[in-house]
């Protein structure tokens, strides 16, 4: 999803007691979690996903800002909320870039300057997003850590470009210089988490795309990544954080469909160290209708299921009408094959500071939203599973 959210904007989120100088980039040791010995990695079985034992449908959501919050109430509050609604997955950024420091207290996770780049691992770094990782644990909801932005909010590819030298984002990917730090950053998130049973799957990227360019451009750079994460971390799933454009299966013709961004999902899905497609859904932004979105879901099942492969379907909003407009899509993913989840865009919920960022697309824990989008579609899924026991 591209939204427009500062750094500045999000400090209304941080703790008054957190009046910390700017750390040194510095390993921790302290704040490193410690994986529950009952859970278990998440992996797939066929076209569905696996998680602690039990393969079927998975309900989620995003919450981009959930590793940017300081009080640590607030984090399990959200986790504490998310299992009690029957949600499991939740996708977070696990990036957070600038080009200068922010002012004191504010989070940020890698900085970018001259050439240079220094990961943040203080107590306004990563740790915050290790308590993140450690509440997961203890509530039982899994995580997809994403590692970059194509968009500019949290500094994206773009504050690589801006340090490294470039005239845009499609020059991320062709640079050894800005692939170097970015490795770098993968390298260090992983090794704070690669034992936790808490990580659902790496993911490459929000939303990549490289406009203009030919396809080979963006699926070079997945194979090569997608092979680096698992060179370091063999035993989690590696996904891309794609929009799923670029297909021919149920093609109509319309833009999601054409290759003009760079991808080509039928493409990325047959890369060995990909372990299931994504997609994105947005009809109010690519200029087709919300009944569309139906066939948008179709297409990629039907796309993965001819890959062996399952698909997630990884976002998805409106602004308004979310029960009315919202609800099909989740019907449609539910009955079918090959995918296998689905985390809407995005979260909300009341914490110490007030509601969460709310984007347009937001809807909020306990609301009549939640009630249609979450409470009944779990329900709709646990009643899908037993029909199915039961043959």
Not at 52 to 57: F, I, K, M, N, S
Not at 182 to 202: E, G, L
Not at 230 to 236: F, G, I, N, W
Not at 358 to 375: A, H, I, K, P
Request: glycine letters at 10%; aromatic letters at 12%; charged letters at 15%.
């Amino acid at each position: 999803m591209k939204f427009s959210h500062s750094l500045a904007a999000l400090a209304g989120l941080v703790s008054a007691q957190l009046g910390l100088a700017l750390p040194q980039a510095t390993p921790s040791s302290s704040a490193t979690p410690t994986p529950s010995p009952s859970g278990s990695f998440a992996t797939t079985n066929g076209v569905q996903f696996v998680i602690d034992g039990e393969t079927g449908y998975f309900p989620g959501s995003n919450s981009y800002w959930i590793g940017f919050l300081t009080n640590n109430d607030d984090v399990d509050l959200v986790f504490s909320h998310m299992k009690e609604s029957g949600l499991r997955i939740l996708r977070v950024w696990g990036f957070n870039d600038v080009n200068e420091e922010p002012a004191v207290g504010t989070v940020w996770y890698q900085k970018h300057s001259n050439g240079e780049s220094t990961i943040n691992t203080g107590e306004d770094g990563l740790q915050r997003m290790d308590y993140v990782v450690d509440s997961a644990e203890r509530h039982g909801i899994k995580l997809i850590i994403n590692f970059v932005n194509y968009w500019n909010d949290y500094g994206g590819m773009n504050a690589y470009v801006q340090a490294y030298g470039g005239s845009d984002n499609k020059d991320f990917y062709a640079s050894d210089e800005m692939q170097a730090a970015y490795q770098a950053y993968i390298k260090a998130v992983i090794s704070r988490y690669s034992d936790s049973p808490a990580v659902f799957a790496w993911e490459l990227a929000n939303e990549p795309r490289c406009q203009g360019c030919d396809p080979s451009v963006l699926h070079e750079w997945i194979t090569a990544t997608s092979e680096y994460i698992k060179s370091l971390d063999a035993e989690h799933m590696t996904c891309i954080g794609d929009e799923g454009f670029g297909m021919e299966i149920g093609s109509d013709g319309s833009y999601p469909y054409t290759y003009a961004e760079g991808g080509n999902f039928t493409m990325h899905l047959s890369i060995p160290t990909i372990d299931f497609g994504t997609f994105h859904l947005y009809p109010s932004s690519w200029g087709t209708t919300n009944d569309w979105g139906n066939q948008w879901v179709t297409s990629h099942g039907a796309a993965c299921k001819a890959a062996g492969k399952p698909c997630l379907f990884e976002e998805y909003g409106v602004t308004a009408d979310h029960c009315a407009i919202e609800k099909p899509w989740q019907s449609t993913a539910l009955n079918t094959t090959a995918v296998s989840g689905d985390l809407y865009w995005q979260y909300g919920d009341q914490l110490s500071s007030g509601p969460s960022p709310d984007d347009g697309n937001t809807f909020y824990y306990g609301t009549d939203e939640f009630q249609c989008l979450v409470t009944d579609h779990v329900a709709a899924i646990g009643s899908r599973a037993s029909v199915l026991r039961r043959k």
